[in-house]
């Protein structure tokens, strides 16, 4: 879907995802740099869902999201990412948009981990845990 009055398009085909483009970045990123390629491909082939931001011109990717999910009452979301030199234009609020307000999204409930980007999350109605929420963290180092 190409948002108006804008040169980026949102896709929500796996077949879209450069996956280059998503190792690339995911590689280096502070949540996930733990991760090797087979992982990050095995992550996007289960995907409940996908959404990519493709620049209008070139049709190139910039932007990223994907989520698990039962499908039916709970989804998480994870590896949202905008490349440095496409932030600022409010792709990141498309991106979560079009993961969670669209579609099949909008009745979840929805789960993240972020050390950063709290303000766009927010606007999303993400939180902090309720006293009904209990969570086992990673025993990676």
């Known amino acids: 879907m190409r948002d108006s009055g804008s040169s980026y398009e949102i896709s929500l085909d796996p077949a879209r995802v450069d996956r ?12 996930g740099r733990w991760r090797t390629r087979a992982d990050v491909e095995g992550q996007l082939e289960s995907a409940w869902r996908v959404v990519s931001v493709h620049e209008g011109a070139t049709g190139a990717m910039v932007g990223f999201a994907r989520a ?19 932030r600022g234009r409010g792709l990141g609020d ?10 099949a999204g909008q009745l979840m409930r929805w789960m993240l981990h972020t050390k ?26």
């Open 94 to 103: 498309r991106i979560v948009a079009a993961m969670v307000d669209d579609e």
């Open 68 to 86: 698990i999910s039962d499908g039916a009452s709970i989804a998480y979301l994870a590896d949202v990412f905008v490349l440095p030199e496409h």
């Open 20 to 31: 280059d483009v998503l190792w690339d970045f995911l590689a280096t990123a502070y949540w």
């Open 116 to 141: 950063d980007a709290h303000g766009l999350y927010r606007r999303f109605g993400f939180a902090e845990p309720s006293q009904d929420y209990l969570e086992r963290t990673s025993r990676r180092p």
